[in-house]
């Protein structure tokens, strides 16, 4: 009976070995998936902040709307006053002003990436009475 046996604690030894390499393999791509997402995250809430902040200049200026329509505008990339603006890769800003309804768009391109990221707002700034 003794010699049947021998040899196959190695066996499992191997598949527990396999197991868990398996399991370190999977665990490993996972954070990596989630490390690319919170960039993707981070990037998409710094357009939506500085959509913000542009719409918050225009609603105390909404005398002059059609003075802030422009097409693309590439955001600094040196030193800015709005930091959000230096840490958008490639990142343009575009303004559409129809009357009193207004469209910011922000773009930008992640590094190592070929697809564009594109946030896009729309408000309707409303003159108080």
Excluded: H
Aim: aromatic share 4%.
């Amino acid at each position: 009976m003794r010699q049947q046996q021998q040899g196959t604690t190695l066996v499992e030894v191997l598949v527990a070995m396999v197991l868990f390499a398996v399991a370190i393999v999977g665990l490993l791509r996972t954070l990596g998936t989630a490390m690319r997402d919170s960039g993707e995250v981070e990037y998409r809430t710094l357009a939506a902040n500085l959509a913000s902040q542009q719409l918050g200049i225009m609603w105390i200026d909404r005398a002059n709307l059609a003075s802030y329509a422009q097409s693309e505008q590439t955001l600094p990339t040196g030193s800015a006053a709005n930091v959000a603006e230096l840490a958008l890769p490639n990142g343009t800003r575009s303004i559409a002003v129809d009357g009193n309804i207004v469209t910011i768009t922000i773009k930008w391109q992640v590094p190592g990436s070929d697809s564009q990221r594109t946030y896009s707002t729309t408000a309707t700034l409303a003159v108080n009475n």
